[in-house]
C-alpha cells in the first residue's frame, strides 16, 4: 500500500498561483494513478484532477480546468498540482489520493495523504 504525503498550501491572494506536491513511499509509484480532491468546511471531499500511471492522460472538474495542472514525476514519485489564477472559492484543503484504476471516484480511490491548507483571500 502507497503511503502519501502532500505539501505547498499555504495562503495566496486571489488571482495568485501554488503549486501542491504528493510524494509517495512505500509501494510502486508507477502502478497507480493519483487523485486531487479537496474539502471546504461542512462540505463533501469533491474530486478535482487526476493523473494516469504513465502522466499520459489527465481529467479535470470543470472549476479548475484551464486554471490547474496535475503533472507527475515517476521518477521522483511525486505528483504536483500547479494552480493558477486562484479564486477564494478554491479555499480547501487539498488531498492527493492513489487508485489502481484511472478514476474520478473517491471511492476507487484507497490510499489517502493527510491533507494540505491552501486559502485563497480576496
Known amino acids: 500500500q502507497v503511503q502519501l504525503v502532500e505539501s505547498g498550501g499555504g495562503l495566496v491572494q486571489a488571482g495568485g498561483s501554488l503549486r501542491l506536491s504528493c510524494a509517495a513511499s512505500?509501494?510502486?509509484?508507477?502502478?497507480?494513478?493519483i487523485g486531487w480532491f479537496r474539502r471546504t468546511p461542512g462540505q463533501e471531499r469533491e474530486f478535482v484532477a487526476v493523473?494516469?500511471?504513465?502522466?499520459?492522460?489527465?481529467y479535470y472538474e470543470s472549476p479548475v480546468k484551464g486554471r490547474f495542472t496535475i503533472s507527475r514525476d515517476n521518477a521522483k514519485n511525486t505528483v504536483y498540482l500547479q494552480m493558477n489564477s486562484l479564486k477564494p472559492e478554491d479555499t480547501a484543503v487539498y488531498y492527493c489520493?492513489?487508485?489502481?484504476?484511472?478514476?474520478?471516484?473517491?471511492?476507487?480511490?484507497?490510499?489517502w495523504g493527510q491533507g494540505t491548507q491552501v486559502t485563497v483571500s480576496s
Open positions: 512505500g509501494g510502486t509509484f508507477s502502478n497507480y494513478a
Open positions: 489520493a492513489a487508485s489502481t484504476y484511472y478514476s474520478a471516484r473517491e471511492n476507487d480511490f484507497g490510499s
Open positions: 493523473i494516469n500511471w504513465s502522466g499520459g492522460s489527465t
